[in-house]
């Protein structure tokens, strides 16, 4: 529970935190198998990809797929907070139309 660790005392006594645990595994190995077929498969061009080719600049390594892992995590949390912030904003922009609509309306 990486986002809300404060969650975790709960998840133990309802049992929820086992079946988290168990869900993130499942996620880490389906993942982490696909990183490694993609490894060895033709380049493709996308954000994996990128990943798959940086190298340590000190020792000219490919990244471990884990690391691989972890970034592609950072970049989906990341695109899923943008897309709330954009969502959150048109809502905005619907409410306040709604509102102006319903004040000229009063007026009338």
Not at 16 to 26: G, I, P, S
């Amino acid at each position: 529970m990486i986002r809300q660790p404060f969650l975790n005392p709960l998840f133990k006594v309802n049992g929820a935190l086992k079946r988290h645990e168990q869900l993130r595994d499942a996620n880490n190995a389906i993942t982490l198998s696909y990183i490694e077929a993609r490894r060895n498969e033709e380049p493709q061009d996308d954000l994996l990809q990128m990943l798959l080719d940086a190298r340590y600049e000190d020792t000219g390594e490919p990244m471990p797929a884990r690391q691989v892992q972890d970034e592609v995590k950072v970049e989906a949390q990341i695109e899923v907070e943008a897309q709330i912030e954009i969502e959150v904003e048109a809502e905005a922009e619907v409410e306040a139309e709604v509102e102006a609509q319903i004040e000229v309306e009063a007026e009338a």
